[in-house]
């Protein structure tokens, strides 16, 4: 079945690195991908989204790729902040509708 | 600032008594959705409105209903709920549902049944 997997353990790194998330998907192959941010509690908030003939953007420290081959979306955050924990889905179509599926996310833990 | 508003961010009912969530939006978008998360989990889409057209997930329990009375209104109406339907539901929006918009979600309603 078509799905769409994030790392569901914790990702835990100290203040200033970068830290790494990743979504990967099956059988679809979808003509975007979008990353949103969700605090404990909180409806998700949209930071980016990379199109298929996209290799990789950029917004402030953060950084998507997006390898149609792989059917693999990597998220970057450089220069990490405590402020930058929280929980980060993946989200894409999943079939010929409009309707975004949404990964489960990863929790991102950054220590001062 | 325009937004979209859930009320109310905590629900408690009861076993079986139902309950209505609603969800505002000062965006004038023309597409609603209604999603249901559980702790941990990813938002699942129970159905969306583009407009006043409804669209049902084949997989949504026909326990869960929805309206929309106009633009800026919508309602997620929980006839019977059941243990398992405690969660957290969030309410986006989009301006027109084209590929690749992004959604504009709510802070959620979180809802607990006893």
């Known amino acids: 079945s078509q799905k769409i997997e994030q790392n569901s353990e914790a990702l835990n790194i100290q203040e200033g690195k970068t830290a790494t998330l990743t979504c990967n998907y099956t059988?679809?192959?979808?003509?975007?991908l979008q990353w949103y941010r969700q605090d404990p509690g909180r409806g998700p908030v949209f930071l980016l989204l990379i199109r298929e003939n996209e290799k990789e953007k950029r917004k402030e420290r953060l950084k998507v790729t997006f390898d149609t081959t792989l059917k693999q979306s990597l998220f970057h955050i450089t220069a990490s902040q405590p402020a930058d924990s929280a929980t980060y889905l993946c989200?894409?179509?999943?079939?010929?509708?409009?309707?975004?599926?949404f990964g489960g996310g990863t929790r991102l833990m950054v220590k001062p | 600032d325009a937004m979209v508003i859930q009320n109310p961010r905590y629900q408690v009912t009861q076993f079986g008594k139902p309950v209505t969530l609603s969800c505002s939006q000062t965006l004038n978008h023309n597409v609603m959705y209604w999603y249901q998360q559980k702790s941990s989990q990813a938002p699942k889409l129970l159905f969306h409105y583009y407009d006043k057209d409804f669209n049902n997930e084949a997989d949504t329990p026909d326990n869960f209903q929805s309206r929309r009375p106009n633009t800026s209104f919508c309602f997620l109406d929980i006839r019977s709920p059941g243990l398992g339907d405690a969660a957290m539901y969030l309410c986006a929006t989009s301006p027109r549902g084209a590929v690749g918009e992004k959604l504009f979600f709510g802070s959620g309603t979180q809802l607990s049944v006893l």
């Open positions: 059988n679809y192959s979808p003509a975007y």
């Open positions: 989200a894409l179509k999943l079939n010929a509708g409009n309707m975004l599926t």
